[in-house]
């Protein structure tokens, strides 16, 4: 078994591996790289170089692209440790949008029902069925059916909660965390404005202790506590601040054996950490796309829902009414263009649809989803286990040579636990430390997230970064401390 | 059609042509070739697919009330989109890049604002480019339907609207508990060909006014082509104190509006149709600066009473503050604060790049002159055609042209359809059908000739002929 293979086994059993004391070299890093049987898929992306983040104008030119001459310091990839904010581009996406460009050329209204053949693409009114097929392995759904994608993340949420949050007098509260991430909370607020509740007394927000870290011990006991009166949980599976990763089947089973019914937003884990959202009988989930899969700023977002709550009862000849908020495209494809009064739904996640969806915006996702599919989330997050176990040895031994009695730069506020985290690691600097640290890592061309005042959130990718990125940024990023 | 007729209108239409002002706007759209519609392969290279070709060889797209045409300019900003993707990376939010035509992405969605306003006859903070036209017309009504069964519960909509807008009523209906029995009004047609009158509209208000809380209306009837009277009913619908939202999916880009002076109090579409976005393309909303003042802080006291609530998120804050994290939502004022998510920027890209075409092209009012003078020449060409044939179809579209957009809906024989519309695609023609037997024809201004209305006409013809063989 090689070194690589042998922390990754390390890490899925949540223990520490071992580093080298050499393990700060760009050739143990090499090492580590030269393993690493997912490399090859760093070619399927355009990472921006240092030249081109400095660009003023667009000039055409795209980085990589030339093959003459030397290669520049310049013409250098960038280290870009953002892809849990706006994954890098896709070399694919350029190919399926001019496919999707000829087409609506071509045929126009034609491209609705025909596809073209030698395209990736299928006809448009397949489109979404055929990014929810390529979705359903990466979020672990036991079938296509169990996934749409569709609109946005937080309007998903809403449709997911007119659904699922059916308060009543005694269960009206929605159990979440202190922080979430602020359109989730705008989210709860106005739903349960929106039901003539006071969110005053209807959400119930769990606070994190002083390292921000939520325990499950926590979570479990607030649902012991409104174990009568919460109707909904709903927490990110990772939660986007700290980078902590929730036990989302423990918390799911034991929210819904007393009762209460519970989503996950997955922002930070889809693309990041491996899924079963079927086997772990999750209610529902929303996603967004522009993160850890890639589908550009922006792009269509993703959702689930049980097979449990997808059946349509048609046992007295007319569909058994649930609540949803409907629209056209909800309806079966066979009835669909009937234009019926009656709305006769897709079984399924696809009968959440309300209108018909963006093409090109699906072209672009469907180019980004057919680089997963050349690969599985569990070799993704194989290699996600190692480079941010290495990054954090490396941020650890920062640490260590600082001088006696100084105090530490950084703290590293992800917990330390592989298992409760995903590729990110947040950096919480020491005051005063910030700008310093911003300026040189623009100045070495090292793309991380900046979270004012204090933290950053670096997150080495599987699918496009190395293990020789992650040496570089630390050097840069104690040069940078020391500096 | 008889020869002489055929030349007859053929010359008029060459003459009108070299009238039209603003022919020269076709030149911005790829236009499907024959060869292209008839082939099932995507071209092996490109963009020689999309290279300019004769006239001749050009199909007649009518359907640019299904799916507008591509704008020969999408193909170049969706590059530059790529290529700044690509270099920029995450710094495409927020860095500016020199002569390039696009904003940055934070600022794409105010941008695309201030492209559709005019377009619909609004402020720039009335209008938001957000999400698809049944999402928004869901989030517009979460806000501004808040029914109370022993007050104002009703939702007037029109028996035969769009299944999407009859669903949503429904639901939205059905969500706040009620039935739909008691609280949803469909106003019938008594005419055959389902056009509705002002009148009749008036009267079913008239009958439910004091009970009633919505009314929910297209600019455009999709099946008919009939263009409503929008100010009219409005005003007298707010007489009533009826909230009055218009989906205007077959309005925006056809027929100028005035959305603001007309009182609207809010508006939904798509733009995939007359706005040429693309299939699916980002859609757009509208709410009365009345509808979303916000008159208080963040600051003040109870903050929440300061603004219709709506279902929100994080996009729809204030942008100073959105970024600081903070657990309460407080909408900036205007459409902008009905927003929830950040925007595709790949598709508002598309929106954005057909909507310079608009300011190019002169406008709404611009657009719609030479509307007029296309549609109203199709129906002359239409009826220059043989009386055999024309007894196999008429037009169900009001014959008053303030009455109906750029749209003829021809409501044809029994069992003619399939073979007519087959017999259009072999001759070039894309029209739209809707079955059992109407088809639509839509000459849009921005890129459709007389020549096409000809054209079509003779196809018709034809095809009309075939058809009948057929059926006998």
């Not at chain 1, 073209?116 to 979020?139: G, H």
């Not at chain 1, 884990?269 to 550009?296: I, S």
């Not at chain 2, 798509?270 to 693309?278: D, R, W």
Request: hydrophobic share 40%; with cysteine.
């Amino acid at each position: 078994m090689s070194d690589f293979a042998s922390k990754a086994k390390v890490l899925r059993d949540g223990q520490k591996p071992e580093f080298p004391s050499n393990a700060n070299t760009l050739e143990y890093a090499q090492s580590l790289d030269a393993q690493d049987k997912l490399r090859h898929f760093r070619d399927e992306f355009i990472i921006p170089t240092r030249a081109s983040l400095k660009k003023k104008a667009l000039d055409g030119i795209i980085p990589g692209a030339q093959t003459n001459g030397t290669i520049t310091d310049a013409d250098t990839p960038c280290i870009y440790f953002v892809g849990n904010s706006l994954g890098a581009q896709p070399k694919a996406v350029r190919r399926f949008l001019e496919a999707q460009l000829e087409t609506w050329a071509s045929i126009g209204v034609n491209g609705h029902f025909s596809s073209l053949s030698n395209s990736p693409l299928t006809s448009w009114q397949d489109m979404a069925a055929d990014c929810a097929a390529k979705s359903a392995a990466i979020v672990g759904a036991a079938d296509p059916s169990e996934v749409v994608i569709m609109n946005t993340l937080t309007v998903n949420l809403h449709f997911m909660l007119a659904s699922f949050y059916r308060p009543t007098d005694k269960r009206h509260k929605i159990i979440l965390e202190w922080r979430p991430f602020p359109s989730d909370w705008y989210a709860f607020q106005s739903q349960i404005e929106w039901h003539g509740l006071n969110p005053e007394k209807s959400m119930v927000e769990m606070q994190p202790d002083e390292n921000l870290y939520l325990s499950t011990e926590k979570i479990l006991a607030t649902i012991d506590e409104h174990a009568e009166d919460a109707a909904l949980l709903l927490l990110p599976g990772i939660q986007y601040y700290t980078g902590q990763l929730f036990d989302i089947p423990r918390i799911t089973k034991y929210a819904q054996e007393r009762g209460i019914v519970v989503g996950w937003d997955l922002a930070h884990c889809a693309g990041n950490v491996e899924l079963q959202l079927h086997d772990w009988n999750v209610d529902f989930a929303v996603w967004c796309t522009y993160k850890y899969l890639n589908g550009g700023p922006g792009s269509m977002a993703g959702a689930f829902v049980h097979e449990r709550h997808g059946k349509v009862d048609m046992s007295s000849g007319k569909p058994v009414f649930k609540p949803r908020l409907s629209g056209w495209y909800g309806a079966d494809k066979s009835v669909r263009f009937n234009m019926d009064k009656e709305f006769q739904p897709t079984p399924g996640a696809q009968g959440f649809q309300v209108s018909n969806p963006s093409a090109i915006d699906l072209t672009s996702l469907a180019a980004a989803l057919s680089v997963f599919n050349k690969t599985s989330m569990k070799d993704l997050r194989s290699k996600a286990l190692v480079l941010t176990a290495y990054t954090e040895h490396l941020l650890d031994e920062i640490v260590r040579r600082q001088p006696e009695g100084e105090e530490p730069a950084f703290k590293i506020i992800t917990p330390r636990d592989p298992l409760q985290r995903g590729t990110q690691l947040s950096l919480l600097l020491r005051d005063g430390l910030m700008d310093t640290v911003a300026a040189a890592l623009e100045a070495h061309g090292v793309v991380c997230d900046k979270r004012k005042p204090n933290v950053i959130r670096v997150a080495p990718v599987p699918m496009y970064c190395r293990f020789e990125d992650v040496w570089k940024f630390i050097e840069i990023f104690e040069a940078a401390i020391r500096g | 059609m008889s020869t002489a007729a055929v030349q007859n209108a053929r010359k008029q239409a060459e003459a009108l042509d070299i009238e039209d002002s603003i022919a020269f706007v076709r030149d911005e759209f790829n236009i499907p070739t024959k060869a292209q519609i008839a082939s099932s392969r995507l071209a092996d290279s490109h963009p020689a697919a999309l290279q300019a070709s004769e006239d001749d060889a050009k199909c007649i797209y009518l359907c640019g009330n299904s799916l507008g045409v591509q704008p020969k300019r999408t193909v170049t900003r969706l590059n530059q989109y790529l290529t700044t993707w690509a270099t920029q990376g995450v710094q495409g939010h927020f860095k500016p890049l020199e002569e390039s035509p696009l904003p940055t992405w934070l600022d794409a969605d105010a941008k695309a604002a201030e492209l559709i306003a005019p377009v619909v006859g609004a402020n720039v903070s009335e209008v938001a480019v957000m999400q698809t036209l049944t999402a928004n017309i869901h989030l517009l009504m979460s806000a501004f339907y808040r029914p109370d069964i022993n007050g104002r519960h009703k939702i007037i909509l029109e028996n035969k609207a769009f299944p999407s807008d009859h669903f949503a009523v429904e639901t939205q209906i059905r969500h706040h508990g009620l039935s739909t029995e008691k609280s949803m009004v469909l106003i019938e047609s008594s005419s055959k060909d389902n056009i509705i009158s002002t009148e009749e509209v008036l009267s079913v208000i008239s009958a439910h006014a004091d009970t009633t809380a919505l009314l929910l209306l297209p600019g455009i009837q999709y099946y008919t082509g009939q263009l409503l009277d929008i100010p009219a009913i409005t005003a007298f619908a707010h007489k009533h104190g009826i909230f009055v939202i218009w989906d205007l999916a077959h309005a925006v880009g056809n027929v100028p509006l005035y959305l603001h002076d007309w009182g609207v109090d809010a508006a939904a579409w798509c733009s995939y149709k007359y706005l040429n976005g693309g299939p699916g393309c980002i859609g757009g909303l509208f709410v009365h600066t009345n509808n979303s003042v916000v008159t208080k802080e963040i600051t003040d006291e109870k903050p929440e009473e300061g603004y219709n609530n709506r279902l929100a998120g994080w996009w729809g804050n204030d942008k100073k503050t959105r970024f600081v994290m903070a657990n309460k939502f407080h909408p900036v004022a205007g459409a902008a604060g009905f927003q929830l998510s950040n925007p595709s920027i790949l598709d508002i890209t598309s929106l954005s790049a057909s909507l310079e075409i608009f300011q190019e092209a002169g406008g709404m009012e611009a657009l719609r002159s030479k509307s007029l003078k296309l549609t109203n020449f199709l129906e002359a060409t239409l009826g220059q055609m043989k009386e055999e044939d024309r007894a196999h179809f008429r037009i169900i579209t009001p014959s008053k042209s303030e009455e109906r957009g750029a749209q003829l809906s021809l409501m044809l024989s029994d069992g003619l359809l399939d073979t007519v519309m087959k017999e259009l695609e072999a001759r070039g023609v894309i029209v739209d059908e809707r079955k059992p037997n109407v088809i639509r024809v839509a000459p849009a201004p921005l890129y459709n000739t007389f020549k096409d209305c000809v054209l079509f006409v003779e196809a018709f013809s034809a095809a009309l002929e075939v058809a009948k063989q057929h059926a006998l």
